[in-house]
């Protein structure tokens, strides 16, 4: 009985433990346009199941400047208060 027990919880946590690996290859595709995409695995929130993104650099550096330009304007804002 004790056995079986050890065994069951073994290879329970190696069979998760292969779900939370990532796929193999995947980075620097190129895209049928001829553009250098690179490609990541990413987490959504709340989620450890990984899904793959690819963009282009330019697409990187636009999202980073987005998120840049949301983080001056909330700092300046300030809290909102009184609703």
């Not at 069951?8 to 346009?33: D, F, R, W, Y």
């Not at 636009?62 to 909102?80: C, H, I, N, W, Y």
């Amino acid at each position: 009985m004790k056995l079986s027990s050890i065994l069951l919880a073994t290879s329970t946590v190696i069979l998760l433990s292969a779900c939370a690996g990532k796929p193999p290859g995947g980075e620097g595709q190129t895209a049928s346009n001829g553009t250098k995409k690179i490609c990541k695995y990413e987490k959504t929130t709340g989620s450890n199941i990984g899904r793959k993104v690819c963009r282009t650099p330019e697409q990187i550096e636009a999202e980073k400047r987005q998120a840049d330009e949301l983080m001056r304007t909330t700092q300046r804002s300030g809290p909102k208060s009184g609703q």
